[in-house]
């Protein structure tokens, strides 16, 4: 019972850091309708990049993290700037900014390796201080903790920035309805750059999170992520940030204890795969989304 | 001595770049592959799985059943065109990103079958599955293909893929039945993708788990993209010019992966940009 009860534990710290990354995923469909697939590279540069400033520039990893998350936001300007808005007017825009941000992010994927090298790579010991406690024969860590606070916090910041801010209304007229919002004078263009600015400082959070808890960063670390962000975007309904939230736990939760009960990490992705297609096939909105995304 | 000369000139050749050409044929069977699903307007990321499931089904046919070499093609296409079909009705009703997404998890679901299957060998792969194909085999089915592919575009068939592509609704509005359609694309293009597994399973005496998965299923798109997806000739020379694109950089003195990874990435993005019609339209003058 303690086993299953540590499982679900560490199943949620995951999932939040999925969550997080799904975030930026569905931030920008849920605004343009196009999956941005240099988002995974986002993911890996900013943990890289933390990295280096912990490393190489002997930061703290209290400001190491603003100043990659930073660098990550201007990775998406350069995103949008580079593989979106030069597409934005052709016919066939959702997928060709579909294939332009796949080769943005073998670009990026190509810099990181070349710049910080193939190796697997790993924050130093004394990057932060972790403490263990034992409650109630449950392990939890000090950084689990911080890693969870770290992403509700992002994630309640943006939610309350949506709803209330000035700039968040913008950015969901614009989801709503570009052109009504265009002709209520939102600045459409910059809000498009400013999510994903957001977006992409999301996404390299959730990778530098990512390579706090497991200690490891490697170049291709975006690889099995992407695949799993577009699960829990899916699973939580394209364009809602409640469901990639939700989407994201219910994805480590299925992770973690696919391999307690199937005692082998074989199966790990196939219960959550298996679920993705199952929701594509009869649930397509998945669990939050009111999209209409079958033929009509 | 000038026609010796020439066959030592071509044993050489052939001798040096005879797996990149071999490599080559393969590619661009799977781009064409793709290409067909495309040409009706259907993103599919599964055709790296069927190509897959060919390999596999042929694999196993001629290691432990001693099937001949060309019975285990016919049914690696076979099968595979069989599951696209399965797979094709329920899913063909998903569209754009949400076809590709849903392929895509098919593809991993496969991967991870793959995986743990005891008959495919697990992680480690199929082998040692014996070395039947030949060049001559792959250029033959690939000379086939294109022909097939340009038959099909002059055909009923073709101009409802493209009907399909333009304009889904309109298409059936005008009578089209699009379902049939789009599973019919679908599945000759798994077809296409099942053989062309079988083949490189046959060449390279192996097929693992790692060889057809999301990677796999991009470099495809790519292919298409650079060539061009408004002929059938497109992906061919999208798969010939990215497969030997390494080759053409140890030319110029560039060895390094990363290096060879960003020149495939930003070849992409300037295409993707400035050539939307891929490279075969630098060379056509035909729109369409």
Not at chain 1, 110 to 121: H, L, Y
Not at chain 2, 151 to 163: D, E, K, N, Q
Not at chain 2, 164 to 171: K, L
Not at chain 2, 253 to 262: I, L, N, S
């Amino acid at each position: 019972m303690n086993l299953f009860a540590q499982q679900l534990i560490n199943g949620i710290f995951i999932g939040s850091v999925y969550g997080l990354f799904a975030i930026g995923y569905t931030l920008v469909f849920g605004v343009l309708d196009i999956l941005n697939l240099a988002h995974a590279a986002v993911f890996t540069l900013g943990g890289l990049v933390a990295l280096w400033l912990v490393q190489s520039a002997e930061m703290s990893i209290w400001v190491a993290f603003p100043l990659a998350t930073l660098f990550s936001g201007i990775l998406g300007l350069i995103i949008n700037a580079v593989a979106f808005v030069p597409l934005r007017h052709r016919p066939d825009t959702y997928f060709s900014g579909l294939i332009s941000s796949i080769a943005l992010a073998i670009v990026f994927e190509s810099a990181a390796i070349g710049i910080f090298g193939a190796r697997t790579v790993r924050f130093p010991i004394s990057t932060i201080a972790v403490h263990i406690w034992q409650i109630a024969g449950v392990t939890i860590t000090s950084l689990q903790i911080e890693i969870v606070m770290i992403a509700a916090c992002l994630m309640a910041g943006l939610t309350r920035f949506l709803r209330r801010s000035r700039s968040g209304k913008a950015i969901r007229a614009v989801a709503e309805n570009e052109r009504a919002a265009r002709l209520l004078g939102v600045h459409v263009d910059g809000i498009i750059a400013f999510t994903f600015f957001i977006s992409s400082a999301l996404g390299g959070a959730a990778g530098i999170l990512f390579g706090l808890y497991f200690g490891a960063l490697s170049p291709d670390m975006g690889r099995s992520i992407e695949l799993k962000g577009l699960a829990v975007i899916v699973l939580g309904g394209m364009g809602s940030i409640p469901g990639a939230i939700i989407g994201g736990i219910a994805f480590g939760l299925s992770e973690v204890l696919t391999v307690a009960i199937s005692g082998t990490s074989n199966l790990r992705d196939a219960v959550a795969f298996t679920v993705l297609f199952a929701i594509l096939l009869l649930r397509p909105s998945g669990l939050f989304g009111r999209r209409q995304i079958r033929e009509t | 001595m000038i026609p010796m000369d020439l066959n030592h000139i071509f044993t050489q050749f052939y001798a040096v770049y005879g797996s990149l050409i071999n490599f080559i044929g393969i590619n661009s069977l799977l781009a064409i592959s793709l290409y067909v699903t495309l040409s009706a307007g259907q993103l599919s990321l599964g055709n790296a799985a069927f190509a897959g499931i060919g390999g596999y089904t042929a694999g196993i046919l001629t290691m432990y059943l001693n099937v001949p070499y060309i019975v285990a093609l016919f049914a690696a296409a076979l099968m595979s065109g069989a599951i696209a079909m399965i797979l094709g009705f329920p899913v063909l009703r998903l569209r754009g990103v949400f076809l590709a997404i849903a392929t895509l998890a098919f593809g991993e679901v496969v991967r991870i079958l793959a995986i743990n299957l005891q008959i495919t060998g697990g992680a480690e792969g199929l082998t040692p599955i014996p070395d039947k194909t030949q060049a001559w085999m792959i250029f033959t089915a690939l000379a086939l293909t294109g022909y097939f592919m340009a038959v099909l575009r002059r055909s009923r068939i073709g101009w409802s893929f493209a009907s399909i592509r333009e304009d889904e609704t309109a298409a059936k509005a005008m009578g089209i039945n699009t379902t049939w359609y789009k599973t019919l694309a679908f599945t000759i293009g798994a077809m296409i993708a099942g053989l062309a597994g079988a083949m490189s399973a046959h060449l390279n005496y192996i097929i693992t788990p790692g060889e057809f998965g999301f990677s796999a299923a991009v470099q495809l798109l790519i292919f298409n993209i650079v060539g061009g997806t408004r002929v059938w000739y497109g992906p061919i020379l999208g798969a010939a010019l990215l497969t030997a694109l390494p080759e053409i950089l140890r030319g110029f003195g560039v060895t390094a992966g990363p290096v060879r990874m960003g020149v495939n990435g930003f070849i992409l993005l300037m295409v993707i940009l400035f050539l939307p019609n891929g490279l075969v339209s630098l060379f056509s003058h035909n729109k369409d």
